[in-house]
Antibody, heavy 117, light 108 residues
Framework: VQLLESGGGVVQPGGSLTLSCAAS????????MSWVRQTPGKGLEWVSS????????YYADSVKGRFTISRDKSKNTLYLQMNSLRVEDTGIYYC???????????WGQGILVTVSS | EILMTQSPGTLSVSPGERATLSCRAS??????VAWYQQKPGQAPRLLIY???TRATGIPARFSGGGSGTEFTLTISNLQSEDFAVYFC??????????FGQGTKVEIK
């Protein structure tokens, strides 16, 4: 199992960014996937999850209405579209596979997102 | 939302000794608790799921226990590679999935 995030960087408050996570080594469509972030202020924080079929989606209250999770089974890739970014969204964003019992069994190496003026 | 509280924040242990980390949940979780290890500059790694089942490749010196709202991770015979930060996480009632704030195990 390999998960490789990309798309991070520096963005101004109010800006947008899209993260990608390329998955390999497993049947991508069979697993729910998630984004989890790590910030100095709040530690590890679950951000969003999507079911294997891409229909069911879940969001933390802190990002609801601003972030959109999606997946492309033809590309084995998970996405996180982040709009209206805030300073407090700064952190390392991890892509994680969810086991059938819904814990996180594999994690990517993480990608840094910095929201700053 | 289920709040996960870990203690202590930092645990100072000598190599070869045992470390016991605690995690308390704000409501009963059945056995749906996982533990992760994180080393500096690395992603978290799954150690334990279902309260007490070791993930693939995890050494037997790592053991998990507990029930209801009180859970523990015990590391016996601490090795140099075990000094890291450990997080508990609940997956009993979601969303949201929630994590503890972490316990750092450092060399005494």
């Amino acid at each position: 199992v390999q998960l490789l995030e990309s798309g991070g960087g520096v963005v101004q408050p109010g800006g947008s960014l899209t993260l990608s996570c390329a998955a390999s080594g497993f049947s991508f469509s069979s697993y729910a996937m998630s984004w989890v972030r790590q910030t100095p202020g709040k530690g590890l924080e679950w951000v969003s999850s999507i079911g294997g079929g891409g229909v069911s989606t879940y969001y933390a209250d802190s990002v609801k209405g601003r972030f959109t999770i999606s997946r492309d089974k033809s590309k084995n890739t998970l996405y996180l579209q982040m709009n209206s970014l805030r300073v407090e969204d700064t952190g390392i964003y991890y892509c994680a596979r969810m086991n059938f019992f819904y814990y996180f069994d594999y994690w990517g190496q993480g990608i840094l997102v910095t929201v700053s003026s | 939302e289920i709040l996960m509280t870990q203690s202590p924040g930092t645990l100072s242990v000598s190599p070869g000794e045992r470390a016991t980390l605690s995690c308390r949940a704000s409501q009963s979780l059945s056995s749906n608790v996982a533990w992760y290890q994180q080393k500096p500059g690395q992603a978290p790694r799954l150690l334990i799921y279902g309260t007490s089942t070791r993930a693939t490749g995890i050494p037997a010196r790592f053991s998990g226990g507990g029930s209801g709202t009180e859970f523990t991770l015990t590391i016996s015979n601490l090795q140099s590679e075990d000094f890291a930060v450990y997080f508990c996480q609940q997956y009993n009632d979601w969303p949201p999935w929630t994590f503890g704030q972490g316990t750092k195990v450092e060399i005494k």
